[in-house]
């Protein structure tokens, strides 16, 4: 590093150059010819080394990468701490499936995950008693989930204390509430807000980069496009069971040591469930994942 190097956080990825934030502000920096050579894909959360090549308006050029905690590749997005789940009882109605291919992604990846129930001004008692028992089942594997409404701004208070000093992420089925909350959280960034019949008819895999808003003093939120999550990334499928912690506690009781859980004989999942003690749901999701899997390989080696 030379005198004129600093160190900062890219927050933007623009079509030639990124944002990058320096104790001292923002700048816009280029990236070195050298590093391009190397093909280092930076992207938003990556700390870089920047050196000024102007100071009115502030310009830089990005000379070093440093080394990622984590990255989630589609969109890219480096260096997260949690990921928020935005999810909602009804508009869009409660899929535990999404759920879980999201908290399967978020293992794999090592982003610790935050379960958001939102919307929740539209709950009715049923509602509640739908929320308590899904809250029962995530709780007792160990995701914490939190309350909240956009609407009402119940719950964003612990919302924001979470996120402060970390970098983190929202993430949610279309419609779920992301943008809104977003924008009660930064009410001077104009976040695109649409209808529940909007969201049905827009296209899911529009790939759009993913920018970081600023939550002073330390902390950052990026708004993600809720596939990013869904399309989770491919393992072998022996290694599924290890992304579900609760059935990973479990394994090494099963009768035979090459067990894959899907309904061979002595398989603890199966005892446990007819005690009740693992989630039915859960299980499937799981046996979807790994089939999943199964094809995933199959498919790429033809
Ligand atoms: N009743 C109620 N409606 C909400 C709440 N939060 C968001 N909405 C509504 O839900 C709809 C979708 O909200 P968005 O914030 O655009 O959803 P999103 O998750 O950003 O959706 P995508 O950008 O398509 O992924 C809008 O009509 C919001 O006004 C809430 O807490 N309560
Ligand atoms: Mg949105
Ligand atoms: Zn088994």
Redo the contacts with the bound molecule.
Sequence with gaps: MTKNTLSGRVIEEQKNYFLVDLPQGRIRAGIRGLLKKKKARICSGDMVDVEFINLEPPEGIITGLHERKNFLPRPALANIDYVFF?HTIK?PPLDLEALDRFLFSTEVYTFKPFIVF?????HTENDMLKIDEVTTIYKKIGYQIIH?????GDGIENLVALCKNHISAFT??????????L?KIFPDTD??????SD?TQ?GTHTTTNITLHHLKPDGYIA?T??LSFINIPEIPEETVVNYFPELYSKIGQCRFNNCTHNGEPGCIIDKLLQKNELSFSRILNYRKIFKEMVKRRKTFKN
């Design positions: 935005i508009e939102n919307k929740i001004d539209l909240t409404s956009a609407f009402t949610g089925l279309s419609g779920a509430g992301k943008s809104t909350l924008s976040f695109k807000i649409g209808n529940i969201h827009r708004d496009p809720g």
